[in-house]
């Protein structure tokens, strides 16, 4: 059966980066959403938690739900409660509808637009915001944003922090006009911050670097992480293609020799994405994919009982003109993973 080998020790090493960079493990929010961007939610919420990490982000309750037992905070980011959730769950308010909708006495972080357009709260409407939460009783827990353009060749990120900056200083007046506490701020994620120099929040919340990569443009000099996951498949059947035969839908490779082939139990049901044979991909090993990837198959020549089927999701992204982060999330929950 295939199946994905998840390194504790690559993980650990870009915790530490990672760690390092944000001033202590305590300043981290791990991003575990999307099934911990495909590598399995469980498995790494469980190595964040042994690492020391106490602070995690997901996409919705299913998936806070399930680690709820492992940090002392857990970040929704895009569902609006209808009901309390666990204590140590709080939710992500991007809008000033969703101020109103939320149960009362829950934990809120507020999402402010500082350029992205994308959630969050306009920056004239933080007053408001606050005086909604006051009334409606929610607890302040965090003020966020979230950079557009942190990892591209650009000056954006800077003129994103200046406003992100002017926020910060509007909240802190804010809070000192309704007697409350100042609330926790965030803004980073992984291209953020590694970017800059220093950045300025009490957390940063850490996605694809924490995984080992960055997207950002090599002129940043970015550090060099190591990937935690690797896609294994095993064999299902070998045969002889003669020189002429074609292999797979469409045919679409054909033997310039006799050669021995083997299928392999990964297919793009499994959310290996689906090259179409036209262009040559390889595995890690560099055995070349023969044809068309099937939902359930890929053939390979020789017939060693297991391939490595990549281990570098970058490489993958190039092919397909993506991103890592797709190549990863895509990957199917049903794959069996191995903590090494
Ligand atoms: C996904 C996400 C992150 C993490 O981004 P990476 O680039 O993976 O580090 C941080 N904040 C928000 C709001 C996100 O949606």
């Not at 003020?143 to 909240?171: G, I």
Request: contains cysteine; aromatic residues 10%; hydrophobic residues 40%.
């Amino acid at each position: 059966m295939a199946y994905i080998k998840l390194n504790s020790k690559n993980y650990f090493y870009n915790l530490d980066l990672i760690s390092d960079k944000a001033g202590g493990k305590e300043k981290v929010f791990v991003v575990l959403k999307d099934n911990a961007y495909g590598h399995g939610l469980k498995e790494m919420a469980s190595l964040a938690s042994a690492y020391g990490i106490k602070r995690a982000v997901v996409k919705n309750l299913k998936e806070a739900t399930q680690i709820k037992n492992l940090f002392e905070e857990i970040l929704i980011l895009s569902e609006i409660l209808r009901e309390k959730p666990d204590e140590n769950i709080s939710v992500t308010a991007n809008s000033i509808d969703s101020l109103f909708l939320l149960p009362k006495k829950i934990n809120v972080h507020l999402k402010i637009d500082t350029g992205m357009h994308r959630n969050g709260i306009d920056r004239k409407d933080i007053k408001n915001a606050f005086k909604i939460i006051k009334k409606r009783e929610l607890f302040l827990k965090g003020v966020m944003t979230h950079f557009r353009s942190a990892d591209e060749l650009s000056s954006e990120l800077f003129w994103q922090r200046e406003n992100w900056r002017e926020v910060k200083n509007e909240v802190k007046k804010i809070c000192k006009e309704f007697s409350i506490p100042v609330p926790a701020f965030h803004s980073c994620n992984s291209a953020a911050l590694f970017r800059l120099k220093e950045h300025e929040d009490d957390f940063v919340r850490c996605g694809i670097a924490t995984y080992g990569y960055l997207e950002t443009d090599p002129i940043f000099d970015p550090p060099k992480l190591k990937p935690v996951l690797s896609l294994w498949a095993n064999k299902i059947s070998s045969r002889v293609l003669k020189k002429g035969e074609r292999v797979g839908y469409g045919g679409v490779f054909t033997a310039q020799k006799d050669m021995i082939i083997s299928t392999y139990d990964i297919g793009y049901g499994d959310g290996f994405f689906r090259n179409d044979g036209k262009k040559e991909l390889k595995t890690a090993e560099g055995k070349r994919i023969l044809g068309r990837v099937s939902m359930d198959n890929i053939s390979c020549e020789g017939e060693s009982e297991e391939i490595l089927v990549f281990e570098d999701a970058k490489r993958l992204a190039k092919h397909f003109n993506t991103i890592s982060y797709e190549i990863l999330t895509k990957l199917s929950s049903d794959i069996k993973r191995v903590v090494i």
